[in-house]
């Protein structure tokens, strides 16, 4: 039972255009929420997150919007660049006792020049 | 600054061996760590975490333990690795559950 879901498993953007990156969840509890970028053989590193108080939380190129009613959440990169090309994982937590981060499948953008 | 740190970055082992990971988070007291583990396909699984010394909670049944000796120390098991625990695994930390963690370099297990 997938409560953080990521449909798309890849993307690929013109290199200066904008990457929209989507994730569904499907937890009414969870009340905040995370992207992770993802190199190949690396760690997550964390990116931005955001409160269910809020619906979009911006940090340089990157901002991040929640539509609390269709539990959906949405990273936007703008403009993309080649180097922003990794696996974007959306995470999120507070679902009741689920204190723990939640984290969908990943989708893989490719930024191209 | 907190840094964490996970070893080996990667390790191929024999179906049957012992298997032990280990990960030291420095510059924080009392984090919460956690293991995780990208298999292909499955996004990033959760398999342990630990809210202090000697607590362990498991989220899958499987064929790993952990254990948390020390504050800062986590470490992942295993008595006889099983072909299907191969794996990237991940250790993390973070301040609270359910906030940001941080995640080390990650291990490529190869059970063979």
């Known amino acids: 039972d997938q409560q953080v879901k990521q449909n798309s498993p890849s993307l690929s953007v013109q290199e200066g255009r904008i990457s929209i990156l989507n994730c569904d969840y499907t937890n009414s509890m969870f009340d905040y929420f995370l992207w992770y970028k993802k190199y190949p053989a690396e ?23 929640l539509n609390k009613s269709a539990k959906h959440l949405s990273l936007h990169i703008v403009p993309s660049q080649p180097g922003d090309s990794a696996v974007y994982f959306c995470a999120a937590s507070g679902g009741g006792s689920q204190g723990n981060l939640i984290f969908g499948k990943g989708t893989k953008l490719s930024v191209k020049p | 600054s907190q840094t964490i740190h996970q070893w080996p970055a990667t390790l191929v082992q024999p179906v049957g061996s012992p298997l032990s990971l280990e990960c030291t988070v420095e510059g924080t007291s009392n984090p919460n760590l956690y293991w995780y583990r990208q298999a292909a396909g499955r996004g990033l699984q959760l398999l342990f975490y630990s809210v202090g010394i000697g607590q362990i909670s ?20 295993s008595k006889k690795l099983l072909l299907s625990d191969s794996g990237f695994y991940l250790c993390a930390w973070s301040v609270g559950l359910g906030t940001e963690a941080f995640f080390g370099q990650g291990t490529r297990l190869t059970v063979v």
Request: glycine share 4%.
């Open chain 2, 58 to 77: 498991s989220e899958v049944p499987q064929n790993l333990s952990a254990s948390r000796p020390q504050d800062r120390q986590f470490i992942l098991s």
């Open chain 1, 43 to 65: 760690g997550p590193t964390f990116l931005i997150s955001i409160s269910s108080i809020k619906d979009k939380n911006e940090d340089g190129r990157f901002t991040v919007f």
